[in-house]
């Protein structure tokens, strides 16, 4: 079992900033996310979406919607992962989540994904 634990989400006006971070513990250790890492978002009514992601083999996938606003980064090796957020918009406002796989996949996609953490909520204001 690999406890994923998001924070730094909150309420912020649009133009604000925020960063969000990602760790994770299996049996009361810190866990590596040696595979697909990445950030994906849900907002109410709407399918989980990836907003951007590590795929397996290291390479980075942005939403076409969040480029230029949005950056991923992760520590070397990865035992956080972090997710800065400049430009806010109100349709960026959603619970995002930090999702990997504990194998090697093709795709970084929410389907493909066996862990989780709970979430943390950004709400963007106009």
């Known amino acids: 079992q690999v406890n994923v634990v998001e924070t730094g989400g909150g309420s912020v006006q649009a133009g604000g900033s925020l960063r969000l971070s990602c760790t994770a513990f299996?049996?009361?250790?810190?866990?590596?996310?040696?595979?697909?890492v990445g950030w994906f978002r849900q907002a109410p009514g709407k399918k989980r979406e990836r907003v951007a992601a590590?795929?397996?083999?290291?390479?980075?996938e942005y939403a076409d919607s969040v480029k230029g606003r949005f950056a991923i980064s992760a520590d070397n090796p990865k035992t956080a992962l972090y997710l800065q957020m400049n430009s806010l918009k109100p349709e960026d406002t959603a619970r995002y989540y930090c999702?990997?796989?504990?194998?090697?996949?093709?795709?970084?996609?929410?389907?493909?994904?066996?862990?989780w953490g709970k979430g943390t909520m950004v709400t963007v204001s106009s």
């Open positions: 299996h049996a009361a250790s810190g866990y590596t996310f040696n595979y697909c």
């Open positions: 590590f795929n397996s083999d290291g390479t980075i």
């Open positions: 999702g990997a796989t504990s194998f090697y996949s093709s795709y970084c996609l929410p389907e493909y994904l066996n862990i």
